[in-house]
């Protein structure tokens, strides 16, 4: 299905149907596709954050064992 973002805003339920028969939703936005919506997968809804394989990727790092003092020192080089 293709839409544009007034169709997204007037038509949402139209749309909403379209996903729960999983057919994906093309959007445009002055004439350019510019997203899709795709349904998700039936085995994805309950997954969880510590499933990511991003999550923990920095555990070893020993410069972020005090967040506070991280996060002092982060922002001493941006301001």
Excluded: Q
């Amino acid at each position: 299905m293709n839409a544009t973002v007034l169709d997204l805003r007037e038509n949402m339920k139209k749309i909403m149907s379209a996903i729960e028969h999983n057919e994906p939703v093309t959007l445009s936005y002055r004439g350019r596709k510019t997203a899709m919506i795709v349904p998700c997968a039936a085995g994805h809804s309950n997954s969880s954050a510590a499933n990511h394989p991003a999550f923990g990727m920095w555990a070893d790092r020993k410069d972020m064992d005090n967040v506070d003092e991280f996060v002092r020192n982060l922002r001493k080089w941006c301001f």
